[in-house]
Structures are given as structure tokens and as C-alpha cells.
């Protein structure tokens, strides 16, 4: 084949570390700007980003020359560095160990959209720990419920 073509449409959710409420509404539009920079240089695409003050949610283009694992390693600690230079008081600001990444169909990409834009409604219903579970569940992953949450 002399031309490769793929789509990998991801939705990755990852938290602060230990749960802690430290996102505000204002840091999250610079916050996404930062993430997308970083995939951008990876010949990625952030298409939204989004969360309440515990976790953040994505939806993006990767490009398959990259590793999920080295994709989210290099938002989660370049994001972490940013956030302790832009904010002096979070010094000790971290993300969780661990993240999830979900594939997302084409079909579905505006759902997915969607409700990353509305978590803010969304976690008035639900905690971040029953919303993980639930898409854990919804996407037929395997899990020790002892080591999902740090």
C-alpha cells in the first residue's frame, strides 16, 4: 500500500492527584491551550477539553506514530510544569499516576464532544469515581475497583 490512513479518535480522562479539587473554570481554557500546543508538536489534535476541579477530560486526534501512554506522560507532566510556573500557590499541584483512554467512532464524536463540554452539569449529578466506572464499564474494560482511584 503506498499511502497509510488512519483516525484514531480518543477520549482520555485523567485526574489531579488523589482527587483533589484544584482546577478552577479560569485556568481551563489555558490549560487546554497548553495540552493542545503539546499534541500539536506531536502531529496531534486536542478537538475539546474539559472537567470540573478534580479531573480533566480530552477528545483528540492522535497520530499513530505516537504511544498513548507517551502522549498522556508528556500532557500530564508538561501541563503539571505549567501549572506550577502559572500558579505559585500550587507548587505541589500533581496529576494522578494513571490515566484512561477510550477510541471513539466517528458516529459518536459529537456525543463524546458534548459531554466533555457539559462536565461541569454533569458532575452535579455524579462523582468523578461513579462517572470512571461507568465508562470503564461502557467500554468493556477490565478493572480491580481497588486500583482504579490513587
Not at 484514531?8 to 497548553?34: I, N, W, Y
Not at 459531554?115 to 474494560?141: C, N, V
Request: charged share 25%; proline share 4%.
Amino acid at each position: 500500500m503506498a499511502h497509510t490512513y488512519t483516525s484514531f479518535l480518543c477520549h482520555g480522562v485523567f485526574s489531579t492527584k488523589q482527587r483533589r479539587p484544584l482546577l478552577s473554570p479560569d485556568m481551563m481554557p489555558e490549560l487546554a491551550q497548553v495540552a493542545g500546543g503539546i499534541l500539536r508538536k506531536r502531529d496531534c489534535k486536542l478537538l475539546a477539553m474539559n472537567g470540573p476541579a478534580d479531573h480533566v477530560h480530552l477528545l483528540g486526534i492522535l497520530h499513530p506514530k505516537h504511544a498513548f501512554s507517551d502522549l498522556f506522560r508528556d500532557v500530564k507532566a508538561i501541563t503539571s510544569n505549567w501549572i506550577h510556573e502559572s500558579f505559585p500557590a500550587m507548587r505541589n499541584f500533581a496529576w494522578q499516576a494513571g490515566y484512561s483512554a477510550f477510541s471513539v467512532s466517528q458516529s459518536q464524536f459529537g456525543a463524546v464532544k458534548n459531554y466533555i463540554a457539559r462536565q461541569e452539569e454533569h458532575h452535579r449529578k455524579r462523582s468523578f469515581e461513579e462517572e470512571l466506572i461507568a465508562l470503564l464499564e461502557k467500554h468493556g474494560i477490565e478493572y480491580d475497583r481497588k486500583y482504579v482511584f490513587d
